[in-house]
């Protein structure tokens, strides 16, 4: 089956810098690369997503980049700011036999905490 | 607006109990799905279901049954709750691809 790891699983970061968080996926057949975002207490929020097809995709700060043949993917903020500060999950999807879900392997998650 | 509920923000049970934790989508969504959250682990993926009355096991289903009656319900049973199902748990339905998670359930089993 898949197997997602992520890392850091901590990051500190001064206000204004960037952060980088960084996947490995280990199934070549995934073909879909979620990125959540959750805040304490509350339940995670999709904040950008890639498909494989396509090698990066950027949201205002937020970009993420895809190299199949590596199979990894990052998330990029730039000039955080300190409502980023929350825990991160990468995922890539596979197909269950049987049936048409896309079920997500998640990574354990990456805290980032944006420093003033 | 996407909108998926949950029966219980927070839970008490006692080990032995029959435990349902239920979810509710209100997108017409052909697929849903159950994770537990756990510090340090991420969601793993319970069970998940791609239609009505259709269900299939995801990486952990040891200690869980589902049922899916109905489009919009997707329901988490524990026959007997165990200690080691203390946890958050956490709701999802797609259309394709995209998850849209419920709050979450905090279960403690005693």
């Known amino acids: 089956g898949e197997n997602v790891e992520q890392h850091p699983s901590t990051l500190s970061v001064q206000e204004g810098d960037s952060a980088v968080i960084k996947c490995t996926y280990s199934?070549?057949?995934?073909?879909?690369f979620p990125w959540y975002k959750q805040e304490l207490g509350k339940r995670p929020q999709l904040i950008i997503d890639?498909?494989?097809?396509?090698g990066e995709k950027k949201d205002q700060r937020i970009a993420v980049t895809l190299n199949k043949t590596a199979k990894h993917f990052s998330l990029h903020i730039t000039e955080t700011q300190p409502e980023d500060s929350a825990v991160y999950f990468c995922?890539?999807?596979?197909?269950?036999?049987?049936?048409?879900?896309?079920?997500?392997?998640f990574g354990k998650g990456t805290h980032l905490i944006i420093q003033p | 607006d996407v909108k998926v509920t949950q029966s219980s923000r927070y839970l008490v049970k006692r080990t032995g109990e029959k435990v349902f934790l239920e979810c509710v989508q209100d997108?017409?969504?052909?697929?849903m799905f159950w994770y537990r959250q756990d510090p340090g682990l991420g969601l793993r993926l319970i069970y998940f279901?791609?239609?009505?009355?259709?269900?299939e096991k995801g990486d952990i289903p040891e200690g869980y049954s589902v049922s899916r009656e109905k489009k919009e319900r997707f329901s988490l049973i524990l026959e007997s709750a165990s200690t080691n199902q203390t946890s958050m748990y956490l709701c999802?339905?797609?259309?394709?691809?995209?998850?849209?998670f419920g709050p979450g359930t905090r279960l403690l089993v005693l």
């Open positions: 999802a339905s797609s259309l394709s691809g995209t998850q849209y």
């Open positions: 199934d070549s057949a995934s073909n879909y």
């Open positions: 890639i498909r494989s097809n396509v």
């Open positions: 995922a890539a999807s596979r197909r269950y036999s049987g049936g048409g879900a896309d079920g997500l392997t």
């Open positions: 997108m017409d969504h052909e697929n």
């Open positions: 279901s791609y239609d009505v009355k259709m269900k």
